[in-house]
């Protein structure tokens, strides 16, 4: 199993540019979710999904949409890139998204914004 | 709100054991976790506590006190590489989206 898969690892956009990060698990996890992490700041959940065809919103959505079509899939879209999306990203998935369920995190993307 | 409290730094000597406190305030209570995040890399889980008490998994212990809305984890025999942060996430009970809420994270340095 290779777990959950992020990419790009780095990436860097200009101002205004849309770009995708893909993130894929091999797992049959349920639930999947995307973080971002900032300095000082604890990771923070930007949009989630418990199965395909769900999806809902985290503490900090705008900006960033989601969709899930597969079990395996859930990538995130930046529509037009700012500099406060600066930040490393991280996927993670769980088996159903149980109160008690570890997550499962990718090895993130480092995205900068200019 | 919800607030998760924990020491920004903390350094230790190889060998030695250290704790690593966490003090939270959250809309209910549903469980507590401690994950370690090495540099660079993502984060691990490594302790789960619902019940009030002392979790041991080998090195690593973590001990939840729910009344005081507190835990603290435990590293016996420190080792360098233990060099990491460690993040505590608490699951509150709202169902809207505070799903896990995790604090800032303590970076404690081992030295030899």
């Known amino acids: 199993n290779a777990g959950v898969t992020q990419t790009p690892k780095f990436q860097v956009l200009k101002t205004g540019q849309s770009m995708t990060l893909q993130c894929a698990q091999d797992?049959?996890?349920?639930?999947m979710s995307w973080y971002r992490q900032d300095p000082g700041m604890g990771l923070r959940l930007i949009h989630y999904?418990?199965?395909?065809?769900?999806?809902d919103q985290g503490e900090v959505p705008n900006g960033y949409n989601v969709s899930r079509s597969t079990t395996e899939d859930f990538p995130l879209r930046l529509l037009s890139a700012a500099p406060s999306q600066t930040s490393v990203y991280f996927c993670?998935?769980?088996?159903?998204?149980?109160?008690?369920?570890?997550?499962?995190f990718g090895s993130g993307t480092q995205l900068s914004v200019l | 709100g919800q607030n998760i409290d924990q020491p920004t730094e903390m350094t230790a000597t190889e060998g030695a054991i250290v704790q690593i406190n966490c003090t939270y305030q959250?809309?209910?209570?549903?469980?507590l976790f401690w994950y370690q995040q090495h540099a660079g890399e993502a984060p691990t889980f490594l302790s789960y506590?619902?019940?009030?008490g002392l979790e041991e998994k080998g090195r690593f212990s973590s001990f939840l006190s729910r009344s005081k809305g507190y835990s603290y984890l435990l590293l016996k025999e420190l080792q360098m590489k233990d060099s990491a942060s460690y993040l505590c996430?608490?699951?509150?009970?709202?169902?809207?989206?505070?799903?896990?809420?995790f604090g800032t994270g303590t970076r404690l340095q081992v030295f030899p």
């Open positions: 993670a998935s769980s088996p159903t998204g149980g109160d008690n369920e570890k997550l499962f």
């Open positions: 959250t809309s209910g209570f549903n469980g």
């Open positions: 797992m049959n996890h349920e639930y």
């Open positions: 999904s418990v199965g395909a065809g769900i999806t």
């Open positions: 996430a608490v699951r509150p009970l709202s169902y809207n989206t505070d799903k896990l809420i």
């Open positions: 506590n619902v019940l009030d």
